[in-house]
């Protein structure tokens, strides 16, 4: 009998000893297709940030990454802003810890298309209530061009008709304007217009966020931090991590980094903007109303 207590006093101990042991990770989304999360994946390559933290999951979409984040699939996520506003507006607890990369999209054109007065009554590609479908509206507002949208769901399925001439134009990101630059003609970078503006945010569902979780979530946003100065002093290297990761020339890579700028903060004037671009989302039909601040952000008190 007491072989077999102690049998199971040992296996309790044993028990014990693995559930304090065990290290909770923070699923972390990123759209691999676009270079909003450069820092996050330059930094893990690196060693800046401990990967072992992190279960990197990628996705084609902000769609696939906002449904994955609602759904509680992944903790956290760097995503097109205006999804944060789609499901904070549902009611989903889906939160902007923080800005994050800024000033990437422009507009692609036809060869024969030489500036954005020339999409007048033309076929132009967009994201459905993406990021670039807003700062498309805002801008055709600004200069009264009037397009017909075009919508597409993923940024494959906007390329694949551009290259097969069925649009004239489409609204995208880096690194995708640069692979196809010595094909089509770029015509307009909305940070001419915003300059610094923030298109992609570090979000998380905060239901999701135990006091572990919360704890991986802080440290990534000063691991991050550190990537994105660090990145200033090893321009080489970045570049290198880009042209590889990417399937870039020298030359795209160089124009890619050119117009990005990352920077963290939740900054008044980054949130006066995105709440700009909802109230197009919302005469879109795309949110119902306008949330509130404290319902689209969630300060996480690092100063």
């Not at 044993?14 to 994946?41: M, N, W």
């Not at 239901?207 to 080489?236: F, H």
Request: glycine share 6%; proline share 4%; aromatic share 10%.
């Amino acid at each position: 009998m007491k072989r077999v207590v102690v049998i199971l006093v040992a296996l309790a101990a044993l028990f014990a000893l693995g559930c304090r042991t065990k290290q909770e990770v923070l699923r972390f989304g990123i759209i691999k297709p676009s270079i909003d999360h450069l820092p996050y994946t330059w930094g893990v390559e690196k060693g800046v940030i401990d990967k072992a933290k992190y279960q990197t999951i990628a996705f084609t979409s902000g769609w696939e990454i906002q449904e994955a984040l609602v759904a509680g699939r992944i903790d956290a996520a760097i995503i097109p802003f205006t999804y944060v506003w789609n499901a904070a507006t549902q009611g989903h607890p889906v939160r902007t810890v923080s800005f994050f990369e800024r000033e990437t999209d422009g507009i692609l054109a036809q060869p024969n298309i030489r500036s954005p007065q020339d999409l007048e009554g033309r076929k132009v590609g967009l994201l459905k209530a993406s990021t670039l479908d807003v700062l498309w509206q805002d801008y055709a507002k600004r200069k009264g061009i009037s397009a017909q949208p075009i919508y597409f769901r993923t940024p494959s399925e906007a390329v694949s008709a551009l290259q097969n001439r069925d649009l004239d134009a489409i609204v995208t990101y880096v690194p995708i304007i640069n692979k196809l630059s010595d094909k089509f003609n770029v015509i307009h970078w909305f940070g001419d217009f915003h300059p610094a503006h923030p298109c992609c945010d570090l979000a998380v569902n905060t239901a999701q966020i135990t006091p572990g979780k919360k704890k991986l979530l802080i440290d990534l946003y000063s691991n991050l931090e550190k990537a994105i100065n660090a990145m200033t002093d090893v321009q080489d290297s970045v570049r290198q991590f880009v042209q590889e990761y990417y399937g870039l020339t020298h030359s795209q890579a160089d124009s890619a980094l050119e117009h990005t700028i990352f920077r963290m903060g939740l900054d008044e004037s980054g949130k006066q903007f995105q709440h700009e671009m909802a109230v197009y989302s919302r005469e879109s039909g795309y949110l119902k109303a306008i949330p509130n601040f404290e319902d689209v952000y969630w300060d996480l008190g690092i100063r």
